[in-house]
């Protein structure tokens, strides 16, 4: 199944115009082969071509648009965002997010309890911090060669669990993941912990669990870049609002001590 073959089919082109171009171009509307459609994920399936489930993109651009307005809303006032997606597919759009926002995120393997046993992860996270900080400062050196070997064995450990989340000083107001299957302990700890999930979630994921779902295809870097692309315009406009609330809050409270 060709881009060419969607291009020409009003169904999915016709909404909403410039935006299903911009999804069809990503391959978005990639889903998968019917036998492994969710039976709960055929709302958003438009037809099926060459044995390929082909994503309704109207139903994309809706979702899409709720996921960003809520998440918008999360960050201006204040909320915690933790980005997971640990496919090689995904590091270019994670890496940019990460070094714009300086976002928490996941990206090589999910530490289970990460979420649900917040106050355990947070102890390890500052044990990483000081083991890194004494190889610094070479506080380290009256240990045995031996030793000190374990102990660089340990830190690279724990910073391929815990590298990412060492801004993460409180639980996370919204976990945002590519591929909730491939990621299923990380959404059932949010799931647990009462945390809203934003995902793009092919057509075999359940979206049950997913409260923000928007479907499309989660595996190709195209998609994937274009999911992450709009999840970095909606923080970005979530951060310019909270800035300007802030300014509110600050007018308001000079107000208040003139009077």
């Avoid at 204040?78 to 759009?93: I, M």
């Avoid at 299923?184 to 799931?191: F, M």
């Amino acid at each position: 199944m060709s881009e060419n073959s969607l291009t020409t089919d009003n169904q999915v082109t016709s909404y909403p115009g410039e935006a299903s171009r911009e999804m069809i171009e990503a391959g978005v509307f990639y889903g998968r082969k019917k036998s492994k459609t969710h039976p709960k994920m055929k709302q958003y399936v438009l037809m099926n071509r060459g044995g390929i489930e082909v994503v309704n993109l109207a139903k994309t651009a809706e979702a899409l648009e709720k996921a960003l307005d809520f998440l918008k809303e999360k960050v201006r006032n204040g909320g915690v965002v933790l980005l997971v997606a640990t496919q090689p597919a995904a590091e270019e759009g994670v890496r940019r997010l990460v070094a714009r926002f300086n976002l928490s995120y996941v990206t090589d393997r999910w530490a289970g309890g990460t979420i649900t046993n917040f106050k355990v992860l947070s102890k390890r996270v500052e044990y990483f911090k000081k083991l890194r900080g004494d190889f610094a400062s070479g506080a380290l050196e009256k240990y045995t060669k031996k030793e000190r070997l374990g102990l660089e064995r340990e830190m690279r450990r724990l910073k391929e669990l815990f590298g990412g989340l060492e801004n993460l000083t409180k639980e996370p107001d919204v976990l945002v993941t590519v591929d909730p299957n491939l990621h299923h302990t990380a959404v059932r700890e949010a799931n647990h912990a009462k945390i809203p999930v934003i995902a793009l979630a092919n057509v075999d994921a359940n979206p049950d669990v997913i409260d923000y779902l928007v479907p499309g295809n989660d595996k190709a870097r195209k998609s994937i870049n274009w999911f992450l692309e709009k999840i970095e315009g909606a923080i970005a406009e979530g951060m310019a609002g909270r800035t300007e609330l802030k300014k509110e809050e600050s007018a308001k409270l000079e107000e208040v001590k003139k009077v």
